[in-house]
């Protein structure tokens, strides 16, 4: 491996960790990022010579004033975050710098750029991708470091005039060019120098108190909104998250079966609305109030015997709400990272409908346990001014009307005119999510009498509005349906393209009952299959442990592990989530590099040669260097001295370049030269004095007269 080439891939792979641990994060603008990603392409594309050419500089300079100037005016006039735009700035400077580095001058530039881009990445975000980037740079971090170290030295000797141990002036280009000052013992040595680093560090976040004060409060950004569960939603707006593959939570359930169903339907409530205007839902009553008491109390107080206990994982989104399976009965939640911090404590708050969001500080994200009863609790009776709101409608064309009854009348039980209502919508609709009955001025009528066709939030509004017209108070809810099965993290994934939306009905007798009028088979997203569900699974169940254990390694966790080192001594350590497989990989990377070493250490030793032959073949060198000066000699007799620095077989090709008389013949003796003290090849008599009686003929030359 040629020494310039790996200290410039070491280089910029250390540069590209700092640079994807900022883009990984997903606050930067996506323009930004593709444009980062490909400025970082070309870095590593362009060819080392071009970066000295005056064109390239001039346009890289004009470059850099150009990005000033815009990052300037997006916080000037369009107000954007100054840490976003800042950061963005640093990225693209360490792009420029890549693209322009000559030598080791600019490496403690680069080394710095992509440290600040790590602290940066560790602002913006800790997710998995992050923690990836970090793993890579501290394994390149040492071996870039010594590359540019020992470059430096080269370069510093270079400029100040010193000489190889034959005497010669130190050549620079040689050496980056040398294969023999990098091997893969080096690199394979300095990368494992990252393993006592890595333990040390780990050690140090096991024990170091959890202290939350930082610049993550200071500058976290907004939360992805999410469509369906705000206080007013146009019909068919739950639609549009089909299309999202992004995790909203993890459902770990309870008593499943061996083995668990890829899918389970969970209905998971997050809100609900009981007015509609005819195109669009909207709740009438908008009162929050705080819940003081832990656990929440929905229905009774929890029963650890009967009662089942779920547990959910809420990523952070906007607005915070909570999902809520069936007949849940009482709640317990915390925030994710309960450190030591100043921040207000996790609020929790009830509104109408049912519904549950949360305050915390930074907001990010819930962990909470609900106990659901394995039996509906007992119905309470619906107040004459709640069914009022129940059954309330716009103006909306009569034969909406005339079609529920049509499909309802035979049927006297209220329970199996909404079974009847909902069968219909099943099995004579088609699911579609681009219907074009969204763009009608009755949305709902051009749904059940034109196009026949629309996705979940048309099945249900039309459903709840069916209800109502024969006297059967009713509402429209969105929540999740469902999630698909980790073979890996054993929990349900439930993603953003999980978003659905139902009806709740109250029957006399019965309560409030669900009804999902949306066809089954297109009530949740199709599960993927194969190689690909196999990968997913993977690395969705090592985003979630990342989560848990790393990111949100709090107070609790931290005085859990204490606690079972303090009972059970260093084995009930070993026990901790994420500590096991932890030391267990870092012990394998540990034994693989001891078995190289040994390996490594049996071959040299077998291939060592013998001390003559050590000693024969560094008076070989010394001669052939010999050899070479008396050639530099003979040229400088006929004015072709090689000047410092020029390499040897630089300096004989451009003579025979030139057409100079002697240039094919200087040219010849020096590759002969180069073969003979750098390609292994052998010097015996002859070929000396066939050397030195061919030098004599250069000095010797007279050229012919004019």
Known sequence: MRFGAVHRVMTGLLAAMGVLAVVASGELNPWASAALLLGLALSFAVPEDWQAHPWLLRAINALQIVLLVVQILRVWIFHQPILEVAVE?????????????????HDQQVILLALIHL?????????????????????????????????????????QGARDRTGLPVDVPRILRSRRVVGRTFLLFTCTLALPILLFTGLLFLLFPRVELSLMHLTRSAKPRVIGFDDHVDLGGVGELRTNSSVALYATIPDLPDPPPDRIALHL??????????????????????????PVLLERQADPVRDRRFLFDLDPYDPPMLFLPQHAVALQARARSEAANLGPPLRLERGPEGQLRYRSSGERGLHYEVWVSSSPPPP???????????????????????????????????????????????????????????????????FLFESKRGHCEFYSSAMAVMLRQIGIPSRNVTGYVGGQYNRFSRNYIVRQRD?????????????????????????????????????????????????????????????????RWRRGG???????????????????????WSARWLHRRLRARTRRPSPSTARNRSREVV????????????????????????????????????????????????????ELRFGGAPLDEAESQAFERRVRQIRGYRPPPA
């Open 89 to 105: 700035f640093a990225a693209a400077l360490q792009v420029i710098r890549l693209l322009t580095r000559r030598g080791a001058a």
């Open 119 to 159: 602290i940066a990445g560790t602002v913006l975000g800790t997710g998995l991708a992050y923690g990836l980037c970090f793993l890579g740079f501290l394994v390149v971090a040492p071996g870039a470091l010594v590359l540019s170290h020992l470059r430096r030295e080269v370069e510093g000797n270079y400029r």
């Open 269 to 294: 409530r997050g809100t609900a609305f009981d007015t509609f205007d005819g195109k669009s839902w909207s709740r009438s009553n908008a009162e929050w109030r705080p819940v003081f008491h832990s």
């Open 380 to 446: 309470r009776p619906l107040p004459p001014e709640d069914r009022a709101r129940y059954l309330a409608l716009p103006a909306l064309p009569t034969r909406i009307a005339t079609l529920a009854r049509q499909w309802t009348t035979p049927l006297p039980s209220p329970l199996d005119q909404a079974r009847a209502i909902e069968q219909r919508l099943r099995s004579e609709f088609r699911y579609d999510l681009a219907s074009p009955s969204g763009a009608a001025p009755s949305p709902l009528d051009h």
């Open 499 to 563: 978003a659905h939306s139902w009806v709740e009905a109250y029957i006399e007798g019965h309560g409030w009952v669900t009804f999902d009028p949306t066809p089954p088979a297109f009530a949740a997203p199709a599960p993927k299959t194969g190689m690909v569900a196999f990968l997913q699974d993977i690395f969705d169940a090592s985003n979630q442990r990342w989560d848990r254990h790393i990111v949100h390694y709090d107070i609790h966790r931290q005085l859990s592990l204490l606690e």
């Open 570 to 592: 260093p084995g009930a350590t070993l026990q901790a989530p994420g500590v096991k497989p932890t030391l267990l990989l870092v012990g394998l990377l540990a034994a693989a």
């Open 623 to 674: 001669q052939v260097v010999q050899l070479y000066e008396g050639l530099e000699m003979a040229m400088a007799m006929q004015g072709l001295s090689r000047p410092q620095g020029v390499p040897p077989l630089h300096h004989a090709r451009s003579a025979a370049v030139q057409g100079h008389p002697l240039g094919s013949e200087i040219l010849a003796l020096t590759e002969r030269y180069q």
